[in-house]
């Protein structure tokens, strides 16, 4: 399928391809590994699908959702990561953002439980 037809969609520690025409599922790929949160950070080029989750970063081919590689980040952590392609721009995502809100709000829940 012509990459421009696709739309790539994170959601619950899976990353899917999605026909722009139809809105028909192409493929699933469940992502693997890591501890921390679920939420997915993705950039995708016209050959592969770039994906955090949970501390790990894959590479998974665009037209199968085949998980080509797998880089564990040892010694990062586990936080949201930002993706950015060369040339390209990286804004913080409306879901990062949110993601980011609901951890300081929990933490600070916790502070105010503890005293």
Known sequence: MNPNDILVLAIKQS?????????????????????????????????????????????????????????????????IASLCLPGEHSPLHAGAAAQIAADAAAAAAGSAAAT
Request: charged content about 10%.
């Open 15 to 79: 990353v899917m391809a999605i026909c722009r025409a139809d809105g028909s599922i192409l493929w699933t790929t469940r992502l693997e590994g890591g501890a921390g949160h679920a939420f997915i950070t993705l950039v995708s080029d016209f050959r592969y699908v770039y994906a955090t989750c949970n501390g790990v970063l894959h590479g998974l081919e665009l037209q199968t959702g085949t998980v080509v590689w797998s880089n564990p980040l040892k010694g990062f952590g586990y936080g």
